[in-house]
């Protein structure tokens, strides 16, 4: 039995890890290329933040929620909101340094905003697959 649970653990690392790997570019032509790179820098702007220095979100490996942990803020109490695409408010936590948080969100796309008082500190986009 525990065997059978090794080998599936390793299996899913393996198959994990092929996920994560980037297509190689040989035997394109540079027309491919231009689009390839057009790609990739639209697909970081749907996933990165501005002025992440607040908060450090990053996914759940086995269940769908997204973990979010307060950075150090000085000492200040910040305000984590986040939004579906509509800008309906969907969740909002008060949090001080190194507090954690579960969202549980259904499937989409999501933006959430950071504040500190009444100054904007981090704003950025979540997607729940």
Not at 23 to 44: L, Q
Not at 101 to 128: C, P, Q
């Amino acid at each position: 039995m525990k065997l059978n649970s090794t080998l599936l653990f390793a299996a899913c690392i393996s198959m994990c890890t092929l996920m994560v790997q980037p297509a190689s570019a040989a035997g394109k032509t540079s027309g491919d290329k231009e689009k390839n790179e057009e790609a990739k820098s639209a697909r970081k702007a749907k996933t990165q933040s501005r002025n992440n220095t607040a908060v450090r979100i990053y996914p759940d490996l086995f269940k769908r929620v997204m973990h979010v942990v307060a950075k150090e803020n000085e000492g200040k109490e910040i305000d984590f909101f986040v939004f579906d695409l509509e800008g309906t408010l969907m969740q909002h936590y008060k949090m001080d340094d190194g507090d954690h948080e579960k969202l549980s969100l259904a499937r989409g796309k999501y933006i959430y905003r950071v504040f500190s008082g009444d100054e904007e500190t981090a704003t950025g986009n979540l997607e729940v697959r």
